[in-house]
């Protein structure tokens, strides 16, 4: 999202605005981000999330919403493995019962 506003700004005859916008989203989202906050967040919880799901949460919506991304992310991300989770259980509880004889139910 970066790329375009700072090629923008270089368009309309801002170079300075257009270099400003380019350092500081490298050093917002990719060092900063990137290198602190992801991990630091990913390493928090024990919920057995794999680590590109965990990168996604954070990045995607960050990029997408701001800085409420990352509020929002990791909660629609959380939400949706739950779903993925509890489907999961129930499919194997429904097929651990289907596969019982008929007189051992």
Do not use: H, N
């Not at 790329?3 to 050093?27: C, E, H, T």
């Not at 960050?62 to 129930?90: C, E, K, N, S």
């Amino acid at each position: 999202m970066y790329v375009p506003v700072s090629l923008y700004f270089l368009v309309i005859g801002d170079p300075i605005k257009a270099l400003w916008v380019f350092i500081l989203s490298i050093i917002i989202f990719q060092i900063i981000v990137g290198v602190y906050l992801i991990p630091l967040l990913g390493r928090r919880g024990r919920a057995g999330i794999p680590k590109p799901v965990a990168l996604l949460a954070y990045v995607v919506p960050f990029a997408a919403l701001g800085l409420i991304g990352v509020v929002v992310g990791p909660a629609v991300y959380g939400f949706a493995l739950a779903l993925y989770r509890t489907y999961r259980q129930t499919r194997k509880e429904e097929d651990a019962l289907a596969e019982r004889p008929a007189s051992a139910v």
